[in-house]
């Protein structure tokens, strides 16, 4: 008996996916291998990759064309919670993870397979996020993960993988390790595993160097309704073209490149650099836009739970209570966060210079020091009374 009959496959078309169809097979008896490989934004052409799978030894090869919702429920959620883990980490692979793992779960329903498997090796964030997610939507799935098991090295998987037919990568393979989706591109390993050294050009591609970007700033109007991008520039863009196209304007002008050290939720410390021009942008346009429309107690309450949010989708929980409670607050905040913010791009920075809401709190004859002014000063001087009593009386004792 082997560890499962029918087993959906995370798929990706690289080695180590491709090398886990013989394995589950020859290895842990798995009768049939059915693959998956999810369609979210990346360009890559997955007619090929489809060809692949087959030629692995895969029963079927299904192809699952998510990039839609990708952006509308798993991004965009995440905009509206300014969602940044360690507060730079837009979360543009880990938003990824949960929908695939829903993907995965529903083939393997729709196949009556009796497991799900992926190719995460044991060290890093996605083992977990699959794990867990999959384990959410169905607890009576296993999840297999021969990577984790197999311990195997990169030559040995290459050559593991001859022995089935499975052509060994044709260009000397890059060294860095990459993730790639509509939201961004995540790049690990090779030399950027000395994080003392700068990342080579070479590693970027969705965002031009400062030192090719253009001498002029370009602005761009990014509107708002409830908090969803909605509108570029005043036209009003489906979910994906707006991300598309604000990937390529921002990209333009070098924003969006993160060089960082992270902390792992397995304990470890890794250098990642990441590129999300379009993700950067809109979530700095959408806390402006809060700025503007939400109280201060509200605003200053939601930098809690942004935290709290970023932390628990980095570290694999979306299908979670705690998530679903989240959601809950962040979707009321949202409510009156409308209107349009003008962004200005300009060597790698994406910042907001004007915005404006018909929810707006901002009160002009409030705020303004001309001749308008509607505040009233006496009201002030009483306030600071009572506000400042306690240090008063504090300050009062430490002198007796
Ligand atoms: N560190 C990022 C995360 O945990 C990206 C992981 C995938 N990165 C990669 N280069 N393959 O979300």
Redesign the pocket.
């Known amino acids: 008996m082997g560890r499962a009959k029918k087993v959906v496959l995370a798929y990706s078309g690289g080695v180590d996916t491709s090398v886990c169809i013989p394995y589950l097979k020859q290895e842990w008896g798995v009768e049939s291998v059915i693959t998956l490989a999810a369609d979210l934004g990346q360009g890559d052409e997955l007619g090929p990759i489809q060809k692949k799978a087959l030629d692995a030894g895969a029963e079927e090869s299904l192809v699952a064309d998510a990039t839609q919702s990708f952006i509308e429920d798993y991004a965009f959620p995440a905009i509206q919670a300014n969602a940044l883990?360690e507060n730079r980490?837009p979360?543009?692979?880990?938003l990824a993870?949960p929908l695939i793992a829903k993907l995965l779960v529903e083939a393997a329903e729709r196949y009556d397979a009796d497991a799900v498997a992926h190719g995460c090796t044991g060290k890093?964030?996605?083992q977990v996020?699959f794990d867990v997610s999959i384990t959410a939507l169905n607890p009576s799935l296993k999840v297999l993960a021969p990577a984790r098991e197999w311990g195997m090295s990169r030559e040995e998987t290459i050559a593991y993988g001859e022995r089935y037919g499975i052509p060994s990568p044709v260009k000397k393979s890059s060294p860095?390790?990459?993730?790639t989706n509509l939201l961004g591109r995540?790049?690990?390993?090779g030399p950027l595993e000395d994080p003392w050294n700068e990342p080579l050009e070479e590693v970027y591609a969705l965002t031009a160097a400062i030192a090719k970007t253009p001498n002029e700033p370009e602005y761009v109007e990014i509107g708002f309704e409830k908090g969803l991008p909605t509108a570029l520039n005043g036209k009003t863009l489906a979910p994906v073209e707006l991300v598309r196209q604000l990937n390529q304007t921002a990209g333009r002008h070098g924003v969006g490149r993160i060089d960082m050290i992270?902390n792992?939720l397995v304990g470890i410390k890794?250098r990642?650099i990441?590129e999300a021009p379009a993700l950067i942008a809109l979530i700095a346009a959408h806390r402006d836009l809060e700025s503007l429309t939400l109280t201060a107690d509200v605003s200053h309450y939601k930098r809690g739970i942004e935290e709290s949010y970023s932390q628990l989708v980095?570290n694999g929980l979306w299908y979670s209570p705690l998530k679903q409670a989240l959601d809950a607050f962040i979707g009321q905040t949202q409510q009156r966060v409308t209107g349009v913010v003008r962004m200005k791009f300009f060597k790698g920075i994406a910042a907001p210079v004007g915005r404006k809401s018909e929810f707006s709190l901002y009160a002009s004859d409030l705020a303004t020091y001309g001749s308008e002014d509607a505040f009233d000063h006496k009201a002030a001087e009483g306030f600071i009374y009572v506000w400042g009593l306690p240090t008063r009386v504090w300050s009062q004792k430490l002198r007796e």
């Open positions: 883990y980490y979360l543009s692979t880990a993870r890093g964030n996605d996020r860095y390790s990459i993730d995540s790049i690990e390993a992270e792992r890794s990642e990441y980095y």
